[in-house]
Each structure stands twice: as C-alpha cells, then as structure tokens.
C-alpha cells in the first residue's frame, strides 16, 4: 500500500495496537532502508485510516531501528480495512409506484417494495446491484404525516433521479470524529427500522452530515441481513459519480476514508451507470 508524505513515498504497512499509543510498522523502499521524513504529514488510506506526523526514522532489513524513533503519535481516529464503500443509491420520486415502474422500465428489473421509515415520511423499494450495494427507490410514505420531513421534501421537489448516497461501515463514531474535525456537522447517531413484507424486523443505524446533501450519509446495519442479499438481482453498479464545485476537499474526504467514488469539478450533480439486462443504463441527477 502506497503512503504519501511531504518528503518522499514510501511502501508502508500499518498494524494499530489498542489506544494507537504504539505501532507496529513494516517498512520496504527498495533497498531494504527508508528515507528520512522530517516531520512529513502523512495520511494512509487502505488497512488503516491514519494521520500521523513523524520524526525522522530508519530502518534496516531486518525492521530493527537504525535510529531512535522519536515518540510519534496519531492525530486521527483509524478504520478498520473495508469499514467504509457505497451501500446504496437513492432514486427519489414523489410516488413510490411511478418510481418502480421507471426503474423497471430503464433496467427491465423490478425493485421489490421494501418498507417504510416511520417518522421519516418516507417508503421505499429496492433492487440488488450485487456486492452488498443496491438501488432504494424512495418516496413519500401517503400513511405517515407528511409535515416537515423527506416525504414532505420529495412531493415539493417533484420529478425522479439520484437525490444522494449511503456509505456503508461498522465504526460510525470514527467517521463522526473524522468528519467533525473537517466541519462537515455530524449529527447524533440515529437508530432506525423497518419490518419487511415479509416480517423481518431490520434494525441499523445512520450518521447524517448537516448542510451538504452532497455528500453520503453512513449506515451502519448492524446485526440485520443487507437488503442487497434478499432483493431482485440482475443489475450492477459500474460507475458513480459525484460532481461538486470543491472537488479537492470532496475528494480528499473520500481519500481518508478510502471511499472509491469518481469526484468531478462542475455544477453539483450525482451519475450512475448499471449495468442492466437492458444494457447499460444511467441514471440523472435528481
């Protein structure tokens, strides 16, 4: 795995020991020694998620220490590897049969009706893209009270396409900590659920970031089977894209929490490509 720093590149390999206080590390730059980083800012995105500022270190071929390791330490929470990838897209639609018959229609599959968010306003159907990723088609939910919540929004709105993103992970009070200290407004983690046609109580929960719908909310589903394993099959994910006119910053929040999205300049904006039995399909923006 690759690690970037200030002063030089290195190959580097990290195992966190409980409070990160001490760390192991696995060193290769070629010659069986490392160069030295002066204090470079480091972060690491694949294994581990890490921030860290180091002294300058060496290393022979045999991992024992040319020179003393002055204290470093890490200045970020870590995830674990695979913590975090996109769980699933939300196609909007200000009426849940209307959405399912254009998803069928574009894919020639059916989303399955899913259940409904209760105090969300809201109700969805859903359709597996395989690999623990799926496509919820969402809408008002005519039995709830429609006052101020997303049912609400979505018959305001009007018309069909993405409206945003979910991420999955199972450490969403790392990602609570990482996002807070860019300014991206966590808020509380929220328990949700919903009972399937079928009477499967699904329990989960979801971290929200306040102010930019933009960017992904985190679902974490617990204990509770994902619903891409129990819906309609036949469609992939080949492509999402998310366009932002501060694609750095964007871009590099995806980075530390080695989400794998394609970030664009531009007008904001959300493109996915299915592949479907119809054959390729994208879907718009909402």
């Known amino acids: 795995m690759e690690l970037a720093c200030s ?3 290195l190959k580097i390999r990290f195992q966190t020991h409980g409070d ?4 192991a590390r696995r060193v290769n730059a070629g010659d069986g020694h490392t160069t030295g980083m002066d204090k ?31 204290q470093p ?5 870590h995830l674990e590897a695979q913590m975090a990838k996109l769980d699933h897209i939300m196609y909007a639609t200000p009426d849940l049969d ?3 018959a254009e998803i069928a229609k574009l894919t020639g599959v059916t989303p399955a009706i899913g259940g409904s968010h209760p105090g969300r306003g809201t109700r969805n159907a859903l359709l597996s893209l395989g690999d623990d990723q799926y496509l919820e088609v969402i809408a008002p939910d005519p039995e709830q009270d429609l006052t101020g919540n997303l049912g609400s929004e979505l018959i305001e709105h009007g018309g069909s396409g993405v409206r945003g993103w979910a991420v999955a992970t199972d450490n969403l009070v790392a990602v609570s900590e990482i996002t807070g200290k860019r300014g991206l407004n966590p808020q509380p983690i929220i328990d949700m659920d919903r009972t399937t046609p ?6 989960w929960q979801i971290l929200l970031l306040f102010g930019d719908r933009m960017l992904p909310f985190f679902i974490d589903w617990k204990n ?3 619903p891409a394993l129990s819906t309609p099959s036949g469609c992939t994910l080949t492509g999402f894209t998310v366009n ?14 080695d989400i794998d999205v394609q970030v664009a300049n531009g007008n904001e904006k959300f493109g996915a490509l299915l592949q479907t039995p119809s054959g390729v399909v994208e879907l718009a923006s909402w």
């Open 198 to 203: 079928q009477g499967v109580r699904l329990d």
């Open 244 to 257: 932002v006119p501060q694609d750095q910053q964007y871009r590099s929040l995806m980075e530390v929490l």
């Open 98 to 100: 209307q959405g399912i």
């Open 20 to 23: 990160v206080q001490g760390f």
């Open 73 to 77: 330490y890490i200045s970020m929470p």
């Open 40 to 70: 470079g800012r480091c972060i690491h995105v694949g294994l581990q998620v890490l921030e860290a500022h180091f002294p300058i270190f060496f290393f022979n071929q045999s991992l024992q220490p040319i020179s003393r390791i002055v």
């Open 224 to 226: 509770s089977p994902h």
């Open 7 to 9: 002063s030089t590149a």
